[in-house]
């Protein structure tokens, strides 16, 4: 089969984009503020609880702050690994049993890894919270990594990264080439999946070290949203959480900063499964918490929300470049990426998908996003 191209750029920060023209801006719309109640608990645990009385349902999430950037040196993917661990036995549950408690009274149940955090989320009729509270606060301080469960789960962690990224057309390209040309230094580069070496390579020892290191009531935030009674709630809380212990050691943190590129970089990868040629651009982008993360969310739209978007009108729709042309936002604690991309339609060039994602790249740099575009985003 022919080998085609895909063609990976690490630019420099984005350029500011040119405000809305005033006489264009459209009405302001008003978001009222989220009415919630915190607290802390003694061993760290931080609570926020939002009350809604017009739901029969409750939803318990706790996130814990530690994510794919936390894995250790040459063990990547553990971050990954406890969204199924997880799930598994504890001194008081046994495997599965958190899909009992929420599957089989109507509900439902997941978890996700990002690069700086893992969460996990249930949502049940609200006369079911309290058991929910229990497995949580179970699960964080009780886990048991059983042997042949570990090896079990880590064989269907290597089948997924195997279908989902290693088999897929432009799985690398998006999972593994685009952070590990982007960061130099800093962990963000590694895959969040891992790989099959350092998966084969962990033991359950690391695992159960992993788990005591991250996942205690200093490095987590519960979350319950819904129906319930406050002053109830907070008993539960005390009841099941209170007495997990804050260990003494501390929390270990990365703390590397990935130095500003000064000049774009370009990579040229060849895969043999790429049907067709595929571009992408990868531009730094200021933290989370800056100022200018919500312009970048409505830009992200605005570049690829839907046949609409500017993308899809002029690589795809207009001068028939790609077949299929995006964007996507991708920020995080420390240094995030906006990326676009497309991949080409066919007899086209990787040059030519290049000089179209840069065109218009460069239109947003130059020209105000319109009034419509801004409202439709």
Same mark, same amino acid.
């Given at each position: 089969m022919p080998r085609f191209a895909a063609i990976l750029l690490a630019a420099t920060l984005l350029s500011p984009v040119p405000a809305l023209a005033q006489a264009d801006r459209p009405a302001a719309t008003r978001v009222e503020p989220i009415a919630f109640t915190q607290r802390t608990l003694p061993n760290g645990l931080r609570i926020y609880a939002i009350g809604d009385t017009k739901t029969a349902n409750v939803s318990v999430?706790?996130?814990?702050?530690?994510?794919?950037?936390?894995?250790?040196?040459?063990?990547?993917?553990?971050a990954h690994m406890f969204e199924h661990l997880m799930f598994k036995g504890t001194r008081n549950l046994v495997d599965e049993q958190l899909d009992r408690l929420t599957e089989d009274v109507g509900g439902y149940n997941n978890a996700s890894t990002d690069d700086d955090y893992t969460n996990?989320?249930?949502?049940?009729?609200? @006369?079911?919270?309290?058991?929910?509270?229990?497995?949580?606060?179970?699960?964080?301080?009780?886990?048991?990594?059983?042997?042949?469960?570990?090896?079990?789960?880590?064989?269907?962690?290597?089948?997924?990264?195997?279908?989902?990224?290693?088999?897929? &057309?432009?799985?690398?390209?998006?999972?593994?080439?685009?952070?590990?040309?982007?960061?130099?230094?800093?962990?963000?580069?590694?895959?969040?999946?891992?790989?099959?070496?350092?998966?084969?390579?962990?033991?359950?020892?690391?695992?159960?070290?992993?788990?005591?290191?991250?996942?205690?009531?200093?490095?987590?935030?519960?979350?319950?949203?819904?129906?319930?009674?406050?002053?109830?709630?907070?008993?539960?809380?005390?009841?099941?959480?209170?007495?997990?212990?804050?260990?003494?050691?501390?929390? &270990?943190?990365?703390?590397?900063?990935?130095?500003?590129?000064?000049?774009?970089?370009?990579?040229?990868?060849?895969?043999?499964?790429?049907?067709?040629?595929?571009?992408?651009?990868?531009?730094?982008?200021?933290?989370?918490?800056?100022?200018?993360?919500?312009?970048?969310?409505?830009? @992200?739209?605005v570049l690829a929300g839907g046949e609409n978007s500017r993308l899809y009108q002029s690589l795809v729709y207009r001068y028939q470049t790609a077949a299929q042309a995006a964007s996507f936002y991708d920020s995080k604690q420390g240094t995030g990426l906006f990326s676009v991309y497309a991949i080409l339609a066919g007899g086209k060039t990787a040059a030519e998908g290049e000089a179209g994602l840069t065109a218009e790249i460069a239109r947003l740099r130059d020209a105000p996003v319109t009034a419509a575009e801004l409202a439709e985003a």
């Open positions: 999430q706790v996130w814990y702050d530690v994510g794919s950037k936390d894995d250790p040196a040459g063990r990547s993917g553990f996990y989320y249930e949502v049940v009729p609200a @006369n079911h919270l309290e058991r929910l509270l229990f497995a949580e606060a179970d699960r964080m301080a009780t886990l048991v990594v059983d042997p042949k469960v570990f090896a079990s789960e880590r064989d269907v962690v290597k089948e997924e990264l195997r279908s989902r990224v290693l088999a897929q &057309p432009y799985g690398k390209l998006f999972y593994l080439y685009r952070p590990m040309a982007a960061y130099t230094v800093h962990p963000y580069a590694r895959p969040g999946i891992g790989s099959i070496e350092d998966l084969d390579a962990a033991t359950v020892e690391d695992i159960r070290a992993f788990h005591a290191t991250y996942y205690r009531p200093d490095n987590a935030v519960l979350v319950v949203a819904g129906n319930f009674d406050p002053k109830q709630l907070d008993a539960w809380v005390d009841k099941y959480f209170a007495g997990i212990k804050k260990p003494d050691r501390p929390i &270990p943190r990365v703390t590397v900063a990935e130095p500003e590129p000064t000049a774009a970089k370009r990579y040229t990868v060849y895969e043999p499964n790429t049907p067709l040629p595929a571009v992408l651009v990868s531009y730094p982008i200021p933290p989370a918490n800056s100022p200018d993360a919500a312009a970048l969310s409505v830009l @992200n739209t």
